[in-house]
């Protein structure tokens, strides 16, 4: 199974920061990784597909980036809604895999 | 787009359980659909895929002992965990796939809010 390592396991910023989150696939994914978002006591949202599509809906200030092994999730001038945990998934190879999430506080 | 599942509780280990997903808002018979799962406190853990055609595709720790199926009269997903292990224990969660091309029908575009089972004696 491909492994999807998460940095950092969690993260404190102050509204307006800029956030980076870091995924690293243990193999090539080829672009196959999403990021989604998970809200204290909700289900997952997509956020990302592709490693740069944004989903329909999901603010501008979410972006990805990435290629080969190394992707991330930015999240410019960070709102008070943007309390969570993140998880990366990489769907190019069975079994789609998890990282094990970042998760996002106010400092 | 709305995603309820029900069915969840606690099982002694060994025992079955029957999960279902009443879907509603989108042609249902249209998308292949997802049960992922989170244990308390964890990640997410992928359990297996159907597809709008009624192929499946499992997760190994689970393959052999739970059954995804579909009803697409009734718009519901169905998840049968038979001979559960205290590790099932977990929030269950249906997802609709993003798209029916591959590999994007792994992406997982709309969530229920997740069934709560537990395996313990």
């Known amino acids: 199974d491909i492994q999807m390592t998460q940095s950092p396991a969690s993260l404190s910023a102050s509204l307006g920061e800029t956030v980076t989150i870091e995924c690293r696939a243990s193999?090539?994914?080829?672009?196959?990784l999403a990021w989604y978002q998970q809200k204290p006591g909700k289900s997952p949202q997509l956020l990302i597909y592709n490693a740069n599509s944004l989903h329909t809906g999901v603010p501008s200030r979410f972006s990805g980036s990435g290629s080969g092994t190394q992707y991330s999730l930015k999240i410019n001038s960070l709102q008070s809604e943007d309390v969570a945990s993140y998880f990366c998934q990489q769907y190019y190879n069975y079994p789609n895999t998890f990282g094990a999430g970042t998760k996002l506080e106010l400092k | 787009v709305q995603l309820v599942e029900s069915g969840g509780g606690l099982v002694q280990p060994g025992k079955s359980l029957k999960l279902s997903c009443s879907a509603s808002g989108f042609t249902f018979s249209s998308y292949g659909m997802h049960w992922i799962r989170q244990a308390p406190g964890k990640g997410l853990d992928w359990v297996a895929y159907?597809?709008?055609?009624?192929?499946?595709v499992y997760a190994d720790a689970v393959k052999g002992r739970f059954t995804i199926s579909r009803d697409n009269a009734k718009n519901t997903l169905y998840l049968q965990l038979n001979s559960l292990k205290s590790e099932d224990t977990a929030i269950y969660y249906c997802?609709?796939?993003?798209?029916?091309?591959?590999?994007?029908?792994?992406?997982?575009?709309?969530w229920g809010q997740g069934a709560s089972v537990t395996v313990s004696s």
């Open positions: 997802a609709r796939s993003l798209t029916t091309r591959p590999p994007y029908y792994y992406v997982m575009d709309a």
């Open positions: 193999e090539d994914i080829y672009n196959g």
């Open positions: 159907i597809s709008s055609s009624s192929g499946t």
